[in-house]
């Protein structure tokens, strides 16, 4: 039997709805900890159909870093401000904050960086190719690879997750989607350095 009591103790720590939280009780045996896991299982493969839902509520989070010489402000999206209220949600915020202050990217996404910084990129790219002698026919293929560590440098989600290497920030945001069950999305950033322009 699950007690109302352990339902809202799941929901409170997921943030997901209150019958996928009584129905992965259920399935647990009232193990929360199990619970938890049979939530962000089901809820990756959700996850993907969530991504077109609008994200209206959400919080901006600071992270100073360096004795006050880093500071970084992230708007972290949400669906409903019950979610945004949530302590997980905004763990997951200030991680990102963290991430920003540690690796400094200077886009979201692959799809914010204009053309003409990936045109440029890409020429460079191929230049560097041709100068170290690769042959013409697989300098494209060497391009396309070096672009795609370019956007591991420049873009937030594609980058290694600072406190565990193994998994993108990608990886990071699908898996706080899962848990949460709602989606989520990072907004915008701006990191600051002291002393230097914006």
């Known amino acids: 039997?699950?007690?109302?009591?352990?339902?809202?103790?799941?929901?409170?720590?997921?943030?997901?709805?209150?019958?996928?939280?009584?129905?992965a009780l259920l399935e647990s045996n009232?193990?929360?900890?199990?619970?938890?896991?049979?939530?962000?299982?089901?809820?990756?493969?959700?996850a993907a159909k969530r991504a077109g839902r609008v994200t209206g509520e959400g919080i901006i989070d600071s992270y100073i870093h360096a004795g006050g010489?880093?500071?970084?402000?992230?708007?972290?999206?949400?669906?409903?401000?019950?979610?945004?209220r949530n302590q997980q949600f905004k763990e997951f915020a200030h991680n990102i904050a963290m991430q920003i202050a540690a690796t400094n990217p200077s886009y979201?996404?692959?799809?914010?960086?204009?053309?003409?910084?990936?045109?440029?990129?890409?020429?460079i790219l191929r230049q560097q190719a041709?100068?170290?002698?690769?042959?013409?026919?697989?300098?494209?293929?060497?391009?396309?690879?070096?672009?795609?560590?370019?956007?591991q440098e420049v873009c937030l989600l594609e980058q290694a997750y600072i406190r565990d290497q193994d998994r993108t920030v990608k990886d990071?945001?699908?898996?706080?989607?899962?848990?949460?069950g709602e989606n989520i999305s990072i907004r915008r950033f701006v990191r600051f350095v002291l002393g230097e322009e914006s």
């Open 69 to 84: 010489k880093i500071g970084v402000l992230v708007e972290v999206n949400c669906e409903t401000d019950f979610v945004a």
């Open 30 to 46: 009232g193990d929360l900890e199990k619970a938890m896991e049979i939530l962000r299982e089901k809820g990756l493969a959700a």
């Open 130 to 151: 041709l100068n170290e002698g690769k042959p013409e026919k697989i300098v494209d293929k060497i391009v396309d690879g070096r672009l795609a560590k370019f956007y």
């Open 1 to 23: 039997m699950v007690t109302a009591a352990q339902v809202k103790e799941l929901r409170e720590k997921t943030g997901a709805g209150m019958m996928d939280c009584k129905k």
């Open 172 to 180: 990071l945001l699908a898996e706080q989607i899962a848990t949460i």
């Open 108 to 123: 979201v996404s692959i799809e914010e960086v204009p053309e003409e910084v990936v045109a440029r990129e890409r020429e």
